[in-house]
């Protein structure tokens, strides 16, 4: 990523075309702010994404083209492990496991740690009896847990990554998956 004049590169933001949900949910996961909204057009996800320096995510050349649009990326793949490596690989971008698991895969709003006591009756009691750690959404109130789910999400992330440990799939950082 290029140099900007306050200094290095800010992780990118990005907004995900209708096409791209199941993208927008993993990149969400792996901690990067992704704006998806189905319902908006081609025209307000170009100004959206030129307004607020995000990357525009889309299978869609033809908004890609669009003069308002400086930063995109035209997604190949219908298999969301081969779109994600693309968005990954060709953007340079590594996930941090410090911001894996910390946003919230529905709303994309950054979740929050909460005592286990404020999440009884709002979860499974199983859940809530076998799990100490909690992270609640401030913008949609949903909680995530490093449940089974997790474990699954993981060897989806190792094979489409090519191996090794995804970020917060190793025990460490923050617990929680939806």
């Known amino acids: 990523m290029a140099e900007r004049p306050d200094g290095p590169a800010a992780e990118p933001r990005f907004v995900a075309d209708a096409m791209l949900g199941r993208l927008a949910r993993w990149l969400r996961l792996l901690g990067w702010d ?32 669009r003069r308002i649009v400086r930063r995109g990326l035209l997604v190949r793949d219908d298999d969301v492990g081969l779109q994600l490596a693309q968005v990954l690989g060709e953007l340079g971008l590594r996930p941090d496991p410090a911001r894996a698991w910390t946003r919230c895969s529905v709303c994309n709003t950054l979740t929050e740690e909460v005592p286990k006591q404020s999440v009884e009756g ?41 191996g090794g440990t995804p970020p917060g799939c190793d025990g460490e950082g923050p617990q929680k998956v939806p």
């Open 122 to 162: 709002r979860v499974p009691a199983y859940t809530f009896a076998t799990h100490d750690r909690f992270r609640r959404c401030p913008g949609c109130g949903r909680v995530y847990w490093a449940g089974t789910h997790r474990a699954l999400a993981c060897a989806d992330l190792v094979r489409w990554l090519g």
């Open 34 to 65: 992704v704006l998806y909204d189905p319902s908006l057009d081609d025209r307000e996800l170009a100004r959206l994404a030129a307004r607020e320096d995000r990357v525009l995510l889309s299978r869609d050349r033809g908004l890609l083209a």
